[in-house]
């Protein structure tokens, strides 16, 4: 038992020295303060003409000290300035970039409808081309038939022929020695935008 005994006595002794990190004593019962929320209280005028007649080293550097947190602050506070400035600034300019967005996004809708109206143009303009191509082969293509087979093309009613001249009987078909001129209409475009 007296090993034992010796055992917890040297432990005891070694976790009192100053040095050791698990001496009980040490060990904080209540939350420690975080050291920047310790400030000391600043000294009085009167207090540092006491400590300069005593030791003027320690008065010089303690002025020293204050004239250089002094100009600290206010370079702190410039730079809080400044910032405050360039987030009013940024924060205009964000405003600025975010409505020109919104009217580049605007514009850019009325430009893609633009674009499809468009297209839609050319393309009805190509069909009523095409048609018109079309038509026009189509009388060009009838009319030797229509000259040959007079009576064939008056009895199916092609509407794209009408007689200028008058024909002294509705019912009498032209002839090829007919003096009679005969136009071929083209549909009317009406193109609207």
């Known amino acids: ?13 070694s976790s009192s ?17 975080k050291p920047f929320e310790y400030r000391k209280r600043p000294l009085s005028h009167q207090e540092l003409e006491n400590i300069a ?5 320690r008065a010089k550097r303690i002025i020293i000290n204050r004239k250089s947190a002094l100009r600290a602050k206010e370079k702190k506070k410039l730079y809080t300035c400044k910032l405050e400035q360039r987030f009013q600034k940024l924060k ?22 633009e674009n499809s109206m ?34 064939m093309v008056a009895t199916q009613g092609l509407t794209l022929l009408h007689p200028v ?12 020695q007919a003096t009679t001129t005969w136009t071929i ?5 009406s193109l609207s935008h």
């Open 118 to 151: 468009l297209k839609d143009h050319t393309k009805l303009s190509k069909q009523m081309i095409e048609l018109q191509e079309f038509g026009g082969n189509m009388v060009n293509n009838l009319i030797p038939v229509w000259v040959n087979n007079s009576s």
């Open 17 to 33: 020295k100053p040095g050791n990190a698990f001496h009980q004593s040490a060990l904080p019962t209540q939350p420690m303060e």
């Open 1 to 13: 038992m007296e090993k034992g005994e010796k055992a917890i006595q040297e432990e005891e002794n």
């Open 53 to 57: 007649r005593t030791d003027p080293k």
């Open 92 to 113: 205009s300019q964000a405003a600025q970039a975010s409505l020109q967005f919104n009217l580049l996004q605007m514009e850019q809708k009325s430009l893609i409808n």
């Open 165 to 176: 001249g008058q024909l002294s009987n509705q019912n009498q078909l032209p002839s090829a």
């Open 185 to 189: 209409e083209k549909p009317q475009q």
